[in-house]
């Protein structure tokens, strides 16, 4: 069994999976059960300022949209930070981590972008012995429109100031978490590490309507008749929080700086991949949120025994492996040329690749009087789509024509590693030495 | 009243109401909502799909599937009835193990089709459930057809003319119309007397006078429809019965099973019915079957289906024989009946093993065996029962050609009456076909 013991900012957790702040994470009961089912940390649900807490709608919170057979896939909710008092959830906080001192606590925070309020709040944060904060700067509904949450994610010199004074009035780590809704994901990180945090944590949720119900002309979930954009998550998100990652990992302003990878994690496998573009651990909400917190196992087991597979004996060996392979699309090699090819038997003639071939790109697909579905190599640009179509998986897959092989689709012969910045037609073209 | 449970002789009562309530619910229940969002999203909406090719009438069934899964079983219904306006009956009735749910690509996946027949129920349902008839009848044309039977051909052809505001007159011998559909087809399979309910909502389209208990060559001719109509259309089915011709065969308790069935489907109480202790149904077709699970349905001890030839020759499909073997009918292969015997009523049924020779011909042994039965079912086969002396007839069916054209000047044919597999939705299809060619005819002179 490999070894999955993690060490992120310094903080020790059995495992890479931590529950993000979301309502999972909202009250002691909750996160005992967490610990208990084998979660290797939680971030607690975002505390505000003392006094009287915020309220939420008594109305429905999520909506949601489904694969075949009602899979849930994407999660949309308009719920807010706490709705508890600020010092019963201290009090929790202090004796959970007490309880499991094995276990990350990481204490979500989002209160007004004044010094005083963060002063106020971070020493009382400080005294639960919890392990580090999280700036949650990414809520897109509600609090955001009181000028907290990705109001100030999106403005990175907010993210780099909030982040200077947390820095000042804590000791611990600060993780800062990014709100996806902005343009360029690598500004507000390069402002958090200028701000001197300790890591970042991303993707918040997505601004989403996930519906329109079409009876009351309003979307989705609907309070009263109207109806507010929400934050979305779930499987459903992964690939934007995958690219966002990958921005962050590679840029060389941010490059190195810790990451808390959040986003659609609902296996082990998506927890490598999150890990593998540089994450130090992932955050889950959506899984278990739909499945309740058992998940946990299965990301366990598997990416565990994954490791064993590859050799690997702690996290550290594979996280951000696959950062260098993110790239530019101008340096993709031109050279590179594969064709389609279909198991014959493997395939259960559906047609779904010549449908999508013929209708929608190349014509690339024959179909005989016998449902046999081939490709024709003159016309198949390796599009990948007929792969992605098949409902069989692995029955179409891609073949590398060798060097020197002609394409028959070209005429001309598979040469050397080539891109876009030297290729003939490209007006910029680097002229290669003469 | 004394108890007939296990008596000797064909008697009532050997189960008691409840239990045969239970037996005769329905085969296939429907799918409830959610039921139907799964199997639906379970179909990969295949290109030419193969299960439309299977389909005699060649519904659009990835797109009503797909309209299944867009929330809109009523547009999916009317995607069926575009092609098959027995839709309902034949999402009860079609051995889709055969047709649509063989060739449907999740064979070859897992194993495991796409309940294409409970889907199209689901989307039928939900239209007939309208009370409306879907469908107007264009402008008249003044034109009149005369549709002799009532059953799934002319019914289908019916309604395609009346729609394209033909007028039409359809005839039936029996007192009902809906033909096998009414007649001939497992309790089981139909229930809560929904082919007369189909053939209600389907002549709401209007412009269809329906008369029954009137028989072809007995009230009229074909000769006097030819003369009295713009065109006629024959969809008579197959009103014989066979016969083999034994010793004995005539003994009471002794008959048809297509009398059986009828009897059955048309019973209110069927626990009046009266069935055997030992019932032996003697043929390998549906109607062997659909005689043989009823039979143990009602109550019979012990219920045989003897066919003379092997499994694979067998008329009733691998679904149908399983279906059989799980209602306790016990199936015997290779067994030619060559007598029963009895004094008054039957009593016991001889019969002589068989093999089928290399080159398909089947020669008895010489091995005989007997059963004891006090009831005799015989399903060996249909055959066609017309009585005109003009209409020409090959290999026992109506000839036609092309979409039902028989040698007689305006006259169409189509379903068990002429060529072709004898099922519902194969004569719904010709019922079908034979409208259109009847309409181009009508319309273009």
Redesign the interface.
């Known amino acids: 069994m490999a070894d999955l013991t993690t060490d992120f900012l310094g903080i020790k957790s059995p495992n890479p999976f931590w529950l993000a702040s979301a309502p999972p994470t909202d009250k002691e009961y909750n996160v005992r059960r967490a610990f208990e089912a084998g979660w290797g940390g939680v971030v607690w649900k975002t505390l505000g300022e003392e006094g009287p807490p915020v309220v939420n709608v008594n109305g429905p919170r999520y909506g949601a949209i489904y694969g075949a057979d009602r899979r849930l896939l994407g999660l949309n909710n308009i719920e807010l930070i706490t709705d508890r008092d600020l010092y019963t959830n201290l009090e929790e906080i202090k004796r959970v981590k007490a309880d499991y001192p094995d276990r990350a606590v990481i204490v979500s925070i989002m209160v007004p972008c004044e010094e005083e309020s963060w002063k106020a709040i971070l020493p009382l944060v400080e005294e639960t012995g919890a392990d580090g904060i999280e700036l949650n700067f990414g809520c897109p509904h509600g609090m955001s429109e009181r000028g907290m949450g990705s109001a100030v994610g999106q403005v990175p010199e907010y993210i780099q100031m909030v982040a200077e004074w947390c820095k000042k009035y804590y000791s611990k780590p600060v993780i800062v978490k990014l709100t996806p809704n902005i343009t360029d994901i690598r500004k507000p990180a390069t402002a958090a590490k200028l701000g001197g945090a300790d890591a970042v944590s991303l993707i918040n949720t997505i601004n989403s309507i996930t519906s329109v119900d079409l009876d009351l002309m309003a979307p989705q979930p609907t309070i009263d008749g109207k109806g507010s954009h929400g934050g979305y998550c779930g499987p459903a998100v992964k690939p934007i929080a995958l690219s966002m990652v990958s921005e962050i990992a590679r840029n060389p302003e941010t490059h190195g700086l810790p990451i808390s990878g959040i986003g659609g994690v609902t296996t082990w496998r998506d927890a490598a991949e999150f890990m593998a573009l540089g994450c130090g651990n992932v955050q889950v909400c959506t899984a278990a949120m739909t499945y309740g917190f058992r998940v946990v196992q299965e990301m366990i087991s598997g990416l565990s025994s994954w490791m064993d597979e590859k050799g690997y004996t702690s996290t550290a060996d594979f996280i951000g492996m696959a950062v260098p392979s993110v790239t530019d699309w101008q340096h993709l090699n031109l050279n590179y040329v594969t064709k389609a090819r279909i198991s014959q038997d493997d395939c259960i003639k559906c047609g779904r690749c010549y449908a999508a071939c013929e209708d929608t790109s190349h014509q690339a697909i024959s179909m005989s009087e016998d449902r046999t579905f081939e490709v024709i190599d003159e016309e198949c640009v390796a599009c990948n789509l007929c792969v992605n179509v098949c409902p069989v998986e692995g029955c179409i897959t891609m073949e590398q024509l060798p060097k020197g092989a002609t394409d028959p689709r070209t005429g001309q012969k598979v040469g050397d590693y080539a891109n876009w910045t030297t290729h003939p037609n490209n007006p910029g073209a680097v002229k290669a030495a003469e | 009243m004394t108890d007939t449970r296990y008596a000797s002789g064909v008697k009532p009562g050997r189960l008691s109401g409840e239990d045969i309530a239970a037996n005769f619910t329905d085969m296939h229940p429907p799918l409830g909502d959610h039921e139907a ?2 199997a639906a ?2 179909c ?7 299960c439309v090719t299977a389909c005699p009438t060649a519904i659009d069934i990835p797109l009503f599937i797909r309209q299944i899964q867009g929330g809109k079983p009523g547009d999916a219904g009317r995607t069926i009835f575009d092609q098959n306006i027995l839709g309902g009956m034949c999402a009860r009735v079609c051995p889709t193990e055969t047709l649509c749910e063989e060739a449907c ?2 064979n ?2 897992e194993e495991d089709p796409v309940e294409i027949g409970r889907l199209q129920r689901y989307a039928t349902d939900t239209v007939m459930a309208g009370n409306t008839h879907p469908y107007t009848r264009a402008a008249p044309t003044g034109k009149r057809v005369a549709v002799v039977g009532a059953g799934p051909a002319g019914l289908a052809c019916a309604h395609r003319l009346a729609m394209h505001g033909h007028e039409v007159t359809l005839y039936d011998a029996r007192k009902k119309p809906g033909g096998l559909n009414e007649y001939g087809i497992a309790a089981y399979k139909t229930v809560d007397d929904f082919a007369a309910r189909e053939v209600d909502w389907l002549l709401g389209i209007g412009g269809i006078k329906l008369e029954t208990g009137v028989k072809l060559g007995e009230a009229f001719t074909i000769r006097e429809l030819q003369e009295d109509f713009d065109a006629v259309f024959i969809g008579v089915g197959l009103g014989g019965v066979n016969r083999p011709g034994l010793p004995g065969e005539t003994l009471d308790n002794t008959e048809d099973a297509v009398d059986f069935i009828a009897r059955l489907r048309q019973a209110n109480d069927k626990a009046a019915l009266p069935v055997g202790k030992k019932v032996v149904v003697v043929g390998g077709g549906m109607t062997a079957v659909d005689a043989a699970v009823q039979a143990k349905m009602l109550g019979a001890e012990s219920v045989s289906m003897v066919y003379r030839r092997g499994r694979d020759a067998m008329g009733a499909s691998l679904f149908e024989q399983d279906h059989a073997a799980k209602n306790g009918v016990s199936i015997v292969t290779n067994a030619a009946p060559v007598g029963i015997a009895g004094q008054v009523v039957t009593e016991e049924i001889t019969f002589v093993r068989t093999e089928t020779g290399p080159d398909g011909k089947l020669t008895t042994t010489g091995e005989e065996f007997s059963r004891e039965a006090d009831q005799v079912l015989l399903a060996i086969g249909q055959k066609l029962d017309i009585a005109s002396p003009r209409i020409e007839i090959e290999n026992g069916k109506i000839k036609v050609s092309g979409p039902g054209r028989t040698n007689l000047e305006r006259v169409w044919a189509g379903g068990d009456c002429t060529p072709g597999e004898d099922l519902t939705v194969v004569a719904v299809a010709e019922g079908r076909d034979a409208a259109e060619d009847m309409h181009t005819m009508l319309t273009e002179g």
């Not at chain 2, 990969?44 to 193969?50: K, L, S, T």
């Open positions: 969002a799964v999203d379970r990969y909406f295949c290109h030419d799909a193969p690509v999740r070859t996946a």
